[in-house]
T-cell receptor, first 115, second 114 residues
Framework: GDSVTQMEGPVTLSEEAFLTINCTYT??????LFWYVQYPGEGLQLLLK?????DKGSNKGFEATYRKETTSFHLEKGSVQVSDSAVYFC??????????????FGKGTLLTVNP | EAEVAQSPRYKITEKSQAVAFWCDPI?????LYWYRQILGQGPELLVQ????????DSQLPKDRFSAERLKGVDSTLKIQPAELGDSAMYLC????????????FGPGTRLTVL
């Protein structure tokens, strides 16, 4: 079945540091890939997405490129801020039975950014 | 901006009691999902509705969990009786259709079973 493996945390960085959170996936067919962010005590918010190979999703300074050859979708940001402290989830959306999509999540990576 | 609404935000209950969570999806979204997120893990799908019909409840512990979406709009997830291992965040999400792969999440209900 589909699965997502992401870098284990926690990750602790200083403000303005470069961020990379690795994510690799296993899926049949051509899934869409997502990064979700969860701030303390809140639900998940979609951060960015990519729907086909070589697509680059970007939002709020974060970027991730859909790499089919390496089955990866690594999240990057050039200069993190304290407000980026949160848990980041990589997810894929694959077809499951007929035309229904199912989201499969990684375990999440906790990012803490210190001033 | 339209949002998925959930209530309550927090629920503390004792083992063997019944609890219920409510979700109101974004207007016009035909597909509704309930997820359980255990601390330190990613969300896992419990049940998926297309309008008022259950599409997938393969991971729903049916001996104690039930879910309904009677009019194809809002939904209720019930646990009876609650067990200690049910302590988790319960997330509701919706999408335009099951064939549309972007889901929008509510703020969740944090359940603590004592």
């Amino acid at each position: 079945g589909d699965s997502v493996t992401q870098m284990e945390g926690p990750v602790t960085l200083s403000e303005e540091a470069f961020l990379t959170i690795n994510c690799t996936y296993t899926a049949t067919g051509y899934p869409s890939l997502f990064w979700y962010v969860q701030y303390p005590g809140e639900g998940l918010q979609l951060l960015l997405k990519a729907t086909k190979a070589d697509d680059k999703g970007s939002n709020k300074g974060f970027e991730a490129t859909y790499r089919k050859e390496t089955t990866s979708f690594h999240l990057e940001k050039g200069s993190v801020q304290v407000s980026d402290s949160a848990v980041y989830f990589c997810a894929l959306s694959g077809l499951r039975g007929g035309s229904n999509y199912k989201l499969t999540f990684g375990k999440g990576t906790l990012l803490t950014v210190n001033p | 901006e339209a949002e998925v609404a959930q209530s309550p935000r927090y629920k503390i209950t004792e083992k063997s009691q019944a609890v219920a969570f409510w979700c109101d999806p974004i207007s016009g979204h035909a597909t509704l999902y309930w997820y359980r997120q255990i601390l330190g893990q990613g969300p896992e799908l419990l049940v998926q509705f297309q309008d008022e019909s259950v599409v997938d409840d393969s991971q729903l512990p049916k001996d104690r969990f039930s879910a309904e979406r009677l009019k194809g709009v809002d939904s209720t997830l019930k646990i009876q009786p609650a067990e200690l291992g049910d302590s988790a965040m319960y997330l509701c999400a919706s999408s335009l259709a099951s064939t549309y792969n972007e889901q929008f999440f509510g703020p969740g209900t944090r359940l603590t079973v004592l």
